[in-house]
């Protein structure tokens, strides 16, 4: 199956420094990628649409000056989140499409971030 | 309403029971519906997709209810490792790709 990988797994950081979180699709090309966050016993909250070579679609609430989300190949979105702040403490997972059909989003591993 | 509404449970039972969850949706322009599963601090593993004449898979039956805009997963023989949370998920709206999640079901199956 495809798979999708997320670095790094987790990371923590000290408040106001700025942390980069790397989505790839291994075996195939993803011409949308999807970033979603989920605090502790909630669900998952989508954050933003990336398209490759195109700006991301943020939903409604996100900060797209906080969180800045990259997509310059079929194969790599990143997510940054500048100035991070105790508040952004979550899990942080992305998800990838080869195509338009939304059955076949595959999810990365996530990445836990920790702001002190 | 919710967008999509689930019971968190948790649901507890037996080893070899049968356990149904629900879940309902608010726009009824939806047309794909899934099932997916997710382990304890892990990513969502898709279980299975909704059809509009139901599902099996296995022990799994999933069915589709557009009248009263609800899904739902039955689990047939319970096992240990069917011990999780089970997300309920819609696309739209918003678009065909996006998808929105449900709260999750946890699941728990006992010895």
């Known amino acids: 199956g495809a798979v999708v990988s997320q670095h790094p797994s987790r990371v923590i950081c000290k408040s106001g420094t700025s942390v980069k979180i790397e989505c790839r699709s291994l075996d195939f090309q993803a011409t949308t990628m999807f970033w979603y966050r989920q605090f502790p016993k909630k669900s998952l909250m989508l954050m933003a649409t990336?398209?490759?070579?195109?700006?991301?679609?943020?939903e409604q609430g996100v900060e797209k000056d906080k969180f800045l989300i990259n997509h310059a190949s079929l194969t790599l979105s990143t997510l940054t989140v500048t100035s991070a702040h105790p508040e952004d403490s979550s899990f942080y997972i992305c998800?990838?499409?080869?195509?338009?059909?939304?059955?076949?989003?595959?999810f990365g591993p996530g990445t836990r971030l920790t702001v002190l | 309403r919710k967008e999509v509404e689930q019971d968190p449970g948790p649901f507890n039972v037996p080893e070899g029971a049968t356990v149904a969850f629900n879940c309902t949706y608010s726009?009824?322009?939806?047309?794909?519906f899934f099932w997916y599963r997710q382990d304890c601090r892990k990513e969502p593993k898709l279980l299975m997709s909704v059809y509009s004449s139901g599902n099996e898979d296995g022990r799994f039956t999933a069915q589709l209810n557009r009248a009263s805009q609800y899904i739902s997963l039955l689990i047939r023989d319970s096992k240990l490792s069917d011990s999780a949370t089970y997300l309920c998920v819609v696309n739209g709206p918003g678009g065909y790709q996006k998808v929105t999640f449900g709260t999750g079901t946890k699941l728990q199956v006992i010895p």
């Open positions: 990336s398209n490759e070579g195109s700006k991301a679609t943020y």
């Open positions: 998800s990838a499409t080869p195509g338009t059909s939304a059955d076949t989003q595959y």
């Open positions: 726009n009824s322009a939806s047309q794909s």
